[in-house]
Each structure stands twice: as structure tokens, then as C-alpha cells.
């Protein structure tokens, strides 16, 4: 319930600064990390390639490249969602970069995906994943995690 009076109040907030001229009106209130801590990385992304699927996303996979400094600016833009969520609506590559890192006070396995999603799985437990997603298209990510929403 305390997120979602965050996020009101952030649509609030955004809809005056717009009605006042002080932001452009296509901010989204989800864009904004009102209440979303910062992740913290224990070191440097490594490629993580699924070569099971790889011949089918070689090409988009060669051109990708990840690294830490991205993942936390993008981190701020992503949107949680539960695992259905993620799972309806991300697209897989073969192509990932994983670490450890820290978010919220827990340390976790983090993983980002080519197809604008990442997740944190804890290293202390076997449940407990959280997911978050691009819902718009950003730079470092080869699409958008916005497929099939309607669905």
C-alpha cells in the first residue's frame, strides 16, 4: 500500500510540475524512482551466454555489450513486477551479464537480460526473485520488456 500512495503522489506531483510548466508532460509517474532504493554491484558484470538458444539471437547478441555503470543508471528507470508479469511480457535473449550485488538490504544473484529485464535472485535462499523491467525502450538494452501486455 505505501508504494502505491508513492506512486500516486509522484502522479500528482508530476501532473502540477507539468500544469506548471516546470517538466514536460511525458514524464510517467512509473518512470520515477520516487521509492526504490539504488543497487549497489560487488564488482564488475560478467557475459553469461545460454548457448542452448544462441543461434537464434547470435547477431543481436554480438552487438550487445553490459556493464555495471549501466545497469545502475538503468536500474532507476525499471519498473517491479511480479514473475507472471515478467514472464508475459519479456522477451528472452541468449545473451545476459550477471554479479552480486545489494538492493534493499538483501544481497543477490543479479541478472540483465538483452530484452530489457533484470532480476534479482537471493544467494540465501531458493525464493524470494524480484523482477524488474523496461517497459519503454532504453539505450543499453536491445528492446523493451512490453510484449504482449494486452494479452
Keep these: 500500500m505505501n508504494r502505491l500512495w508513492s506512486r500516486a503522489v509522484a502522479s500528482l506531483w508530476i501532473m502540477v510540475l507539468a500544469l506548471s510548466g516546470c517538466v514536460d508532460s511525458s514524464v510517467s509517474a512509473h518512470s520515477a524512482s520516487v521509492d526504490k532504493p539504488d543497487i549497489a554491484l560487488a564488482g564488475p558484470l560478467a557475459l553469461d551466454v545460454d548457448t542452448s538458444v544462441l543461434a537464434r539471437d547470435s547477431k ?26 515478467w514472464g508475459r ?61 494486452d494479452q
Excluded at 115 to 139: H, I, M, N, Q
Aim: charged share 25%; net charge negative.
Design 89 to 149: 511480457r519479456c522477451y528472452t535473449y541468449a545473451c545476459s551479464y550477471t554479479g552480486e550485488g545489494t538492493y534493499d538490504g538483501t544481497i543477490y544473484q543479479v541478472r540483465a537480460n538483452a530484452g530489457g529485464w533484470v532480476t534479482l535472485s537471493p544467494l540465501d535462499k531458493p525464493s524470494g526473485s524480484r523482477y524488474f523491467v523496461a517497459e519503454e525502450k532504453l539505450p543499453s538494452f536491445i528492446e523493451a520488456c512490453n510484449c504482449c501486455e
Design 60 to 85: 543481436a547478441c554480438a552487438d550487445w555489450s553490459y556493464d555495471a555503470n549501466r545497469l545502475i543508471t538503468d536500474f532507476r528507470k525499471l519498473r517491479e513486477v511480479d514473475s507472471t508479469d
